[in-house]
């Protein structure tokens, strides 16, 4: 069983940024692809960054490329989203989302583990 703790949520004014956190719990958490969804009111789950095991590769969705930063710290077992430059359609719940056999198939917007999620509120 593998459990996922996001922190790092909250209000924020448009331009502004905010770092997401999220822990991975088990021995073997280093060995996870780990990545970030989000889900905005009203719409489906959307994935916006995965990293790898190794944080060698790293893959963002449009809508957040060149603003948002994902990496990890395997000796923490913890990954990090930096959203720098938010705006109002960045408000969502994100959700930390864990791949336990090490592939990439969070990008094509599926998981095996997810957090309870945080959430991000952007004002205009």
């Known amino acids: 069983q593998v459990q996922l703790t996001e922190s790092g949520g909250g209000l924020v004014q448009a331009g502004g940024s905010l770092r997401l956190s999220c822990e991975a719990s088990g021995r073997t958490a280093n060995s996870y692809t780990l990545g970030w969804f989000r889900q905005a009111p009203g719409k489906g789950r959307e994935f916006v960054a995965v990293i790898s095991r190794t944080a060698g590769i790293t893959t963002y969705s449009d809508p957040v490329k060149g603003r948002f930063t994902i990496s990890r710290d395997n000796a923490k077992n913890t990954i990090y989203l930096q959203m720098n430059s938010l705006a109002p359609e960045d408000t969502a719940v994100y959700y930390c989302?864990?791949?336990?056999?090490?592939?990439?198939?969070?990008?094509?917007?599926?998981?095996?583990?997810w957090g309870q999620g945080t959430q991000v509120t952007v004002s205009s």
């Open positions: 989302a864990a791949d336990t056999s090490g592939s990439f198939k969070i990008a094509s917007g599926t998981a095996d583990y």
